[in-house]
């Protein structure tokens, strides 16, 4: 006759507890951290390093403008008499339209705009936010800068 049951070597014993932290036993070993990703935060922000950079940036741009600020006044108020005087002498003295006085414009003077009013002969020159002049048909004596602005 064959013993068909297991040595007693290969059954496990249900008494015995698996080694674990609730009987004192060693845990098992973590698995260990590759060198390449030891000390790396994981979730860091995208532009935390740009960030310093921008503002400092910012700063720089925007002592930039306020150094350079009285330069683009002045220019602004130049080139809006210019047009001023230029539009009123091209609508009243030449009779032309005002749209068709914008050709006769300097290159770059695109930001500067023209408005009129009839009732005084008055042309409008303007750069938006900075400066706006008028110059007032004056007969004979042709197109004159208003010094009230």
Do not use: H
């Amino acid at each position: 006759m064959t013993n068909t049951n297991p040595p007693a070597s290969a059954t496990p014993d249900p008494s015995a507890a698996a080694p674990g932290p609730d009987n004192g036993a060693p845990s098992p070993e973590k698995p260990e951290v590759p060198a390449r990703l030891r000390g790396r935060k994981r979730n860091a922000p995208r532009w935390g390093g740009c960030l310093p950079w921008a503002l400092v940036l910012a700063v720089l741009l925007t002592g930039f403008l306020i150094w350079k600020f009285p330069s683009f006044k002045a220019q602004a108020e130049l080139g809006s008499a210019y047009a001023a005087r230029i539009g009123c002498s091209c609508r009243y003295v030449q009779g032309r339209s005002l749209e068709s006085c914008q050709s006769d414009f300097e290159p770059g003077m695109e930001i500067v705009s023209l408005s009129e009013d009839p009732a005084t002969r008055t042309v409008t020159g303007s750069v938006p936010l900075l400066a706006s002049r008028s110059a007032r048909f004056a007969g004979a004596s042709g197109c004159l800068l208003d010094p009230s602005r």
